[in-house]
Nanobody, 130 residues
Framework: QVQLVESGGGLVQAGGSLRVSCAASGHTFRRYAVGWFRQAPGKEREFVAGISWSGISTVYKDSVKGRFSISRDNAKNTVYLEMDSLKPEDTAVYYC???????????????????????WGQGTQVTVSS
């Protein structure tokens, strides 16, 4: 089983930056696609960014393109989400998730389909003040 722990959340002012991290235990990230999702109070959980197992492919929610950047360090079993130019509407609990389906090594792509992710962390709070 894969266990995920998010960290790095906090309170920042609009226009500021923050990097959240997702560390895995119990298994490695080597062949797993990973995604970041977020959920604001009273709203549904939504996709933010995804990265393929090798890191060669990434995909982003339209509203964060150019501001957020996802990366991974498979040797450290860690995935990062760098968030720049933060806006109050970015305020949410940010969750890391892993797609536990391991395909051929040539199947190396990112995706944002929430229902296809199998393992989830507990989340880290990101609050952006205006």
């Amino acid at each position: 089983q894969v266990q995920l722990v998010e960290s790095g959340g906090g309170l920042v002012q609009a226009g500021g930056s923050l990097r959240v991290s997702c560390a895995a235990s119990g298994h490695t990230f080597r062949r797993y696609a990973v995604g970041w999702f977020r959920q604001a109070p009273g709203k549904e959980r939504e996709f933010v960014a995804g990265i393929s197992w090798s890191g060669i492919s990434t995909v982003y929610k339209d509203s964060v393109k150019g501001r957020f950047s996802i990366s991974r360090d498979n040797a450290k079993n860690t995935v990062y989400l760098e968030m720049d130019s933060l806006k109050p509407e970015d305020t949410a609990v940010y969750y890391c998730a892993v797609d536990g389906k391991i395909g051929p090594a040539t199947s190396d792509y990112a995706h944002g389909h929430l229902q296809e992710y199998d393992y989830w962390g507990q989340g880290t709070q990101v609050t952006v003040s205006s």
